[in-house]
C-alpha cells in the first residue's frame, strides 16, 4: 500500500519513494464526493450483481469518476458495489466488515464488451 493525502486538487501526493496507482486520482476523487466511505477495494475482477458503467475506459482514465457517480449519485451511501466495464470493479463501504461478504467473479475471456 501507498500512503496518500486525499487533498491536493488534481495533485497526488503520497507519502515514501513508491508511487501509487494510475487509478488514484480517480480513487481519490471517489473518496472525497461520498461523504460516508471509508473503505474502498479494488480490483481487476466484476462483482456478482453489482452496477455496471457504460463506457469501456483505459486504467487511470479520471472519467470513471463520471461514470461511477452517474450510476450511484446519492453521496451519503454506506456501501455500494459497481462494476468498471472491461477494468475491474470497486466495493466501497463505510466499514471494513462491510466488504467480506462481496462475491468477486472472473471477468470473461475474452470480455466482449
Known amino acids: 500500500f ?15 519513494d513508491i508511487k501509487p496507482s494510475v487509478d488514484t486520482p480517480v480513487q481519490i476523487k471517489l473518496y472525497n464526493y461520498y461523504k460516508n466511505i471509508n473503505f474502498m477495494l ?16 483505459p486504467c487511470g482514465a479520471i472519467e470513471e ?8 449519485p446519492e453521496r ?10 472491461g477494468h475491474g470493479s470497486i466495493v466501497f463501504s ?5 466488504i467480506k461478504d462481496t462475491k468477486w467473479i472472473a471477468r470473461p475471456t475474452p470480455e466482449f464488451i
Open 76 to 85: 451519503n451511501v454506506n456501501r455500494f458495489y459497481i462494476n468498471i466495464r
Open 94 to 98: 463505510c466499514t471494513a466488515e462491510l
Open 42 to 57: 479494488h480490483s481487476h475482477t466484476y462483482i456478482e450483481d453489482a452496477h455496471m458503467t457504460k463506457d469501456v475506459l
Open 2 to 16: 501507498v500512503a496518500c493525502s486525499l487533498h491536493g486538487g488534481d495533485n497526488v501526493n503520497y507519502f515514501g
Open 65 to 72: 469518476f463520471d461514470q461511477i457517480i452517474r450510476e450511484v
